[in-house]
């Protein structure tokens, strides 16, 4: 049984003098002040097929101010359940009920269910209140795009082959452990294929590595093999154990098979393979190739995103792939137009975003100004009304940088800790919630 809102909280409740407890008091009342958050949260909370009975939950109330006092302050759960049982500010701040310290697990479990669209109705609220307090009118904006990283390593091909065993010989040791260890006739094939991933990696010449992947992907498929006699030795069996498992190899043989196929095509044929093709993580399925320019290859998703003149993230989206920044312009401002309701007078955006064909879409929408920081063809007198307007929006179109710098530096933008699309989603997101409503409590007249 879980509750919204902490029933009876301490009357002891003081937060610090410092700048940090300041800015908890002044977040903490903003949340009081919206209570209607709560029910988004607490549908997120319930799972579905579990009775509301039994041992009560921490409440929805203290879920959503833990899950941004671990954004806010970058901790790990951890972390964050020690600063919950030794902070004053912060158990003020997350209301948690009398003589309460969650721990990390149970901390994991609560803040990574709320969904990525609630913490984006959360934010939608938040920009409403800073319209109300005339912080933001959305009536001057500036666009860019960013990347944020999964949690995966630099990918190859012979990392990836090496990554299919180890997880299928670990599938195959829990379904030796599920009949009882006889039955089942496997190799354990993780050390030679441990070996010749790593002669790959040091080894010189087309024809040398050539010849170790015709044994690692051997290795790979004859593990593949087991893997499927194991999976049709317990298909006749029907415990909860047993079906979790047979979910799992559901899960990574076709990951498996798109692995040994690209090999194949890449390596021994001699193939290109279309970047949207690839896959870069049997963890990670979800991760897109990003390169932006000449610049480092990243993998991750590319994020989209609109501030305004506050600083405040007006909108983001995380895109699939990696769209040409010129075609993700005009989809952005038509959000921002039902976000807001009309379109920004002014904006000002990336480079990449300038075509002839966006700068006369944006103007029929009634943007007065539109500037790109290169012009990439198109003359200043089209764009705005003078040089003067151009230098101005120019120069503000550079403010975004810094929001997307402090954005990875101190709220974790940089890398998603998470796994998993949903949760890459949720931590993004909850991420500019916490950004923002720092932002709205500092530029709040008191």
């Known amino acids: 049984m879980r509750q919204e809102r902490t029933v009876q909280a301490s009357i002891f409740d003081v937060f610090a003098t410092h700048e940090i407890g300041h800015e908890l008091k002044t977040m903490s009342r903003w949340l009081d002040e919206h209570c209607d958050l709560l029910g988004l949260v607490a549908h997120d909370l319930v799972r579905v097929g579990v009775k509301a009975t039994g041992r009560r939950g921490l409440p929805a109330e203290a879920v959503l101010r833990c899950a941004l006092l671990k954004q806010y302050r970058q901790l790990s759960y951890q972390e964050l359940a020690f600063h919950l049982e030794d902070s004053a500010s912060f158990r003020a701040f997350a209301r948690l009920p009398l003589s309460w310290s969650p721990q990390k697990s149970v901390l994991q479990k609560t803040v990574s269910a709320i969904r990525p669209e609630t913490w984006e109705q959360i934010n939608r609220i938040l920009l409403s209140s800073a319209r109300q307090a005339k912080i933001e009118d959305g009536a001057i904006v500036r666009l860019d795009s960013t990347v944020t990283s999964a949690l995966m390593h630099e990918p190859s091909d012979s990392s990836l082959l090496w990554d299919a065993v180890r997880i299928m010989v670990r599938l195959l040791k829990k379904a030796d452990a599920l009949i009882g260890g006889t039955g089942l006739e496997w190799r354990d094939h993780c050390r030679a294929a441990k070996k010749r ?20 992907i051997a290795i790979t498929r004859a593990t593949l093999a087991y893997l499927e006699q194991a999976s049709e030795r317990l298909a006749v069996a029907s ?11 559901r899960h990574y043989r076709p990951l498996v098979e798109r692995i040994i196929r690209q090999s194949e095509r890449r390596v021994l044929a001699g193939e290109p393979v279309p970047a949207s093709e690839k896959l870069v993580s049997l963890f990670e399925e979800h991760a897109d190739i990003i390169v932006k320019g000449s610049r480092d290859t990243e993998y991750g998703h590319k994020l989209n995103l609109t501030t305004g003149r506050s600083g405040m993230i007006l909108d983001l989206v995380i895109e699939a792939g990696n769209p040409a920044d010129s075609e993700r312009l005009l989809p952005m401002l038509e959000r921002h137009v039902d976000i807001w309701g009309q379109a920004p007078r002014q904006a000002a955006a990336d480079g990449g975003f300038a075509t002839r064909a966006n700068l006369a879409a944006a103007k029929a929408w009634g943007v007065s100004d539109m500037a790109f920081h290169k ?5 200043i007198e089209d764009m705005v009304r003078s040089k003067w307007v151009y230098r101005k929006l120019r120069n503000f179109r550079a403010g975004i940088e810094a929001g997307i710098s402090c954005l990875k530096r101190a709220y974790g933008l940089a890398r998603c800790t998470w796994r998993g699309l949903d949760h890459f989603k949720t931590y993004i997101w909850s991420s500019v919630v916490a950004f923002n409503l720092v932002i709205f409590t500092r530029l709040k007249p008191t």
Request: hydrophobic share 40%; proline share 6%; aromatic share 8%.
């Open 239 to 249: 415990t909860p154990s047993i079906a979790l498992w047979q979910i799992q190899v």
């Open 375 to 379: 012009k990439a063809g198109l003359r």
């Open 197 to 216: 991933a790593r002669k790959i990696q040091f080894t010189r010449g087309r024809p040398n590595r050539v010849q170790l992947y015709h044994e690692l």
